[in-house]
């Protein structure tokens, strides 16, 4: 019931956002975070979330060809449409943006000493690159490949169907980079699109918990131990709660 | 060059379920014991308090409680032939780190294992005679009945506030129990989780076609629960973030507020945190351990002369300390001779995946990790392998542990990998979905082992440890049939539901460091009667090195179709006892080779 409310309410919004992103399209100038932050302002009139400090827009890590890249290519994996949010409106690429920045990217929980081998796919990443110089490096070739065989264009200058089919191409090896392993990096992006999309909305996707709402997952401080049995079976109203509604 | 600290009593190397048990059950003996445990101290709150407990991204997906692979990780190939590579990123394993271990992020499922897994090779041989056993196979009997262990599985049952239903108490059935369980003395201490949707749907199908279905046993309380020890244990608010998470409500059993605090009580415990052992030192001759070498927080080496070691650390990281110490004969592959890293096993998973319309709820955010209903018929030798001609088997089960959207999203075989189709089988099948799995027991064979790199380190200058493991086709086999048959079991959820579609999950072909399956990795130092097939005694006490005891599940000679903490927890007892009323009293072997 309130996942109905809520989502109708969403509704506007979303509308909203629509408008902006067709001004500004993914190949625009203007970093997706500016629309979708407008829209989350207007979203914030209720009381409770007024306290909330809205996430601050733009990039920390991505250069702007960057940053057109990676729009253009969480709007192939999370598109907007009538089911939910698109990763974009939802803050996904802001998401990779500050995990790249931080430990994530800078390598924390990974073990970069030499020597380096391709090895088997059992073995796992062996790229001697964080993830951050992987992004980097990546996104400049797959901007090759597309410049080399779409009429100079880059990725993000491509229709949305022309880059749901490079992306494919390479996850399936059909297509491959100057010298970089395309297939690890899409499903890398992939990875932390389907992250930023999901993760509690601290992080900066997932805005306004709108991919918890789109499946009903009611997020975080779940307590369930008498719900389970009288909801067995049966749907249930659920208030959605993130990290920051439980700090306040 | 390193401190040379004051000598203490006894050194316990790692903080986690067995290293704590030891420590508090020793705590009596008033004797100076050091605990040193490589990560940082933590505590429920504020650890591991709301909200920010709750965090997918930070403890699941970037794995906050578990080892920093960045600085200790080991090297991985399928076979002798190949060249072994770092696990460079943590993936199909999850071992902890900081005070508490791994006992602060599973997700408690807390199994007896089965009289015959005691006793795996006598009763094959029994049953079905020598040949049905392969050549490259080393099926290994334990030293350690499971009547010789009853009574300390209880202890750790009752320790744990583990909730479920007993099915075999003193040799009388118990309904709605798992009837092939050992005879246990008395009842769980406390009754089962409430059941979901899910547990409801796989009991009843279950049933029908005639498997016993019982509560999974789960170290998550289902009550507010005093223990024999005095500890309160909170009730479960069965939130979903179990597995990977500290709990906030003491629920889940760890060793870091149930054990810890009693060890403390021995004024002349002491637990050192950032305190990472390098190595075990030993005299001239490798038969006596005169203590351990550590790095503190400040990275400072220090000796700490020791009269006792126990090694407590992951099963894998005490095989990495004993072959680097020098502690026992490490196995060679080529000759089949030697004992450290000899017998590496794991577990092998499938099992399948059941879609329904969207009038049938399963609300999978509401679970905890023990929180589900299992069948034992499909286990070790609870069925007839005759025909089969494998040997072992598996727990199958339906669990409702969590459904945060990360890392569960079931989608039927076919969906794109991205796009609206993708976004719109997501939302779709998210809450209208269960998973029937199966934890397949792994064998020992001559060519699975770990042994020490030849060219990675570690980010002290150690060799890291060398893991060589595949499946074989025994384990192959067994697990494509019983993933068959949990496709029967969601078959017969038609007639309880409207079931759209049964997807078999393919147990793999090949072993892969990367997708996550299960921490549950045993062998390595296995205990035995034999000191030319096994590394430590009964009592868990090392051939050739006696005053250093090596605890936990690098002891079992083979891995069994389900949760191994249970006989780790009881071993650890069963252990101390040993040390506390024997081998304190007169240091020295407790078992003649």
Known sequence: MSRDSASAGRGVDRRHFVAAAGAAGFAGALPAGAPALAQHGGHGAAPARAAASPPPAGYVFFMPPEARFVEAAVDVFIPHDDVGPGGVEAGVPAFIDRQLAGAFGRGAGLYLQGPFADGAPTQGYQLPLTPAEFYRAAIREIDELCRREHDGKRFDELPAATRDAVLLALREGRAALATLPGATFVALLLQNAIEGYFADPIYGGNRDMGAWRMIGFPGVGGMYATAIEEHRNAPMAVEFRSIADMQR | ?593
């Open chain 2, 1 to 593: 060059m390193a401190t040379r600290l004051r000598p203490v009593d006894i050194v316990i190397v790692g903080m986690g379920w067995t290293g704590a048990i030891l420590a508090k059950e020793l705590a009596e003996t008033g004797l100076k014991i050091v605990a040193l445990e490589r990560g940082g101290p933590r505590q429920t709150d504020p650890d591991f308090q709301e909200p920010h407990k709750d965090d997918e991204l930070r403890y699941a997906i970037r794995t906050e409680l578990m080892q920093d692979v960045q600085r200790e990780t080991l090297t991985f190939r399928n076979g002798a032939g190949e060249t072994a590579l770092p696990m460079r990123r943590l993936g199909s394993f999850l071992p902890g780190e900081g005070v508490g271990g791994a006992g602060v992020h599973w997700n408690g499922v807390t199994w007896r294992w089965l009289p015959w897994d005691h006793q795996a090779r006598t009763r094959t041989v029994e049953r079905y005679g020598r040949r049905i056993i392969p050549p490259e196979m080393n099926l290994q009997d334990w030293p350690v009945s499971y009547a010789e262990l009853e009574p300390y599985y209880d202890k750790f049952e009752y320790m744990c506030g583990v909730s479920g239903k007993a099915g075999n108490i003193a040799g009388h059935l118990q309904p709605g129990g798992n009837p092939f369980e050992g005879a246990r003395r008395r009842d769980y201490p406390n009754p089962p989780l409430p059941q979901s949707h899910a547990g409801a749907l796989f009991d009843a199908a279950s049933r029908a076609l005639g498997y016993h279905p019982f509560p999974a046993p789960a170290a998550n309380a289902s009550r507010a629960y005093v223990n024999p020890d005095g500890v309160q244990l909170g009730a479960c608010h069965l939130c979903g973030f179990c597995e990977r998470f500290g709990c906030e409500a003491d629920a889940k059993a760890s060793p870091h507020f149930l054990l810890l605090p009693l060890a403390r009580r021995n004024r002349d415990f002491e637990l050192r945190t950032h305190a990472r052992v390098l190595k075990v030192d030993l005299d001239a001759a490798r038969r006596r351990a005169t203590g351990v070498t550590y790095l503190d927080v400040r990275g400072r080496a220090f000796e700490q002369p020791a009269e006792l070691v126990i090694l407590a650390a992951y099963a894998l990281n005490n095989v990495h300390l004993m072959l680097l110490s020098g502690i026992g004969r490490p196995y060679d592959p080529r000759t089949r001779t030697g004992v450290v890293g000899r017998n590496y096993a794991y577990q092998i998973g499938g099992g399948a995946t059941v879609f329904f319309d969207e009038n049938t709820w399963i609300h999978p955010y509401m679970g905890a990790g023990g929180l589900g209903v299992a069948i034992d018929d499909l286990s070790a030798d609870n069925f007839d392998h005759g025909r089969f001609g494998f040997i072992g088997g598996a727990s199958v089960s339906c669990m409702s542990s969590s459904g945060r959207p990360i890392q569960a999203r079931p989608v039927p075989n076919g969906t794109p990998s991205w796009g609206s189709a993708w976004k719109a089988a997501v939302k779709r099948h998210y809450n209208h979905t269960l998973g029937i799995g199966l934890q397949g027991s792994v064998n020992a064979y001559d060519r699975n082992y770990l042994d020490l790199d030849p060219t990675y380190r570690d980010a002290f200058g150690r060799p890291l440890l060398r893991m060589t493991f595949d499946f074989h086709d025994n384990e192959k086999r067994m697990a494509n049939h019983i993933a068959d048959e949990c496709v029967r079991i969601g078959e017969a959820m038609r007639g309880l539901g409207n079931v759209l579609q049964v997807q078999r999950g393919a147990p793999p072909a090949r072993y892969s460091i990367v997708p996550y399956q299960s921490t549950h990795n045993t062998g390595g130092a296995v205990m035995g009667t034999n000191p030319q097939t096994s590394a430590v005694n009964r009592y868990l006490q090392s051939w050739d090195v006696p005053n250093v005891f090596v605890t936990g599940a690098c002891a079992f000679p083979q891995n069994a179709g389900r949760n191994p903490t249970g006989p780790v927890g009881a071993l650890a007892y069963w252990a101390a006892e040993a040390i506390k009323t024997r081998y304190l009293r007169r240091p020295g072997p407790l078992v003649r080779a």
